[in-house]
């Protein structure tokens, strides 16, 4: 398996732009986590999915943000409009229910720099 | 309710000296517990799971970590650190069983002296 799958790997866009980041989890997990992760915050949960239903959302910072999963391989992140403050590293994980310690694997990040 | 503390926000080792990293957890359920480690510009990797099989719980690159259900305390340890060690190390805590979202520790970042 190819693991956690993000893209773009970085991405650089000026403030009030809209971006999307994109997640593919690892074949057969049923649940997606998506992270943020700063120098002052550390890493935070903004919201995950069970079997492509929103879960809880409630680290979602503010309505510029929004999260979508279509389906079981696919999912997206949002941010529109884009402010500088959103600058960050964003993380996909997923895992799979049928594990009994539901370790989460990880994807390899999107550095989102908003100018 | 479940929490994790990670007491050092960094700490410092001569390479080929012993490395502990301090966790704590509070957990109304029966845990699941991890370490996670990040190397720079890297995403998460997992280092160790707990199970409750055993106690003392040995991950990757001769990293270890003990349950210790009285202390609530589940430190990482390595006998003899090593340059590629220095990373970010994170301690998790998830309810068994149940894969919904789990709690990060704020992280150590482990140097390592020449």
């Known amino acids: 398996d190819a693991g956690v799958i993000q893209s773009p790997r970085h991405e650089v866009t000026e403030m009030g732009q809209e971006v999307t980041l994109r997640c593919k989890p690892i074949s057969g997990h049923d649940y997606l986590f998506w992270y943020r992760q700063t120098m002052m915050r550390g890493l935070e949960l903004l919201i995950y999915?069970?079997?492509?239903?929103?879960?809880?959302d409630s680290g979602m910072p503010e309505d510029r943000f929004s999260a979508k999963m279509p389906n079981a391989s696919f999912s997206t992140l949002k941010i529109q409009p884009s402010e500088p403050r959103d600058s960050a590293v964003y993380f996909c994980a997923s895992s799979a229910r049928g594990s009994a310690y539901n370790e989460q694997f990880f994807g390899p990040g999107t550095r989102l720099t908003v100018l | 309710a479940q929490s994790v503390t990670q007491l050092d926000s960094h700490v410092s080792v001569s390479e080929g000296t012993p490395v502990l990293l301090r966790c704590n957890y509070s957990s109304s359920y029966s845990p699941s517990l991890f370490w996670y480690v990040q190397h720079p510009n890297k995403g998460l990797q997992l280092l160790l799971k707990?199970?409750?099989?055993?106690?003392l719980v040995k991950g990757i690159n001769g990293f270890e970590a003990e349950f210790k259900k009285s202390e609530t305390s589940f430190h990482l340890t390595k006998p003899s650190a090593h340059m590629s060690d220095a990373a970010e190390y994170f301690c998790?805590?998830?309810?068994?069983?149940?894969?919904?979202?789990?709690?990060f520790g704020s992280g150590t970042r482990l140097s390592i002296r020449p």
């Open positions: 707990y199970t409750s099989a055993a106690t």
């Open positions: 999915f069970n079997n492509n239903v929103p879960i809880d």
């Open positions: 998790v805590v998830s309810r068994y069983s149940s894969a919904s979202k789990i709690i």
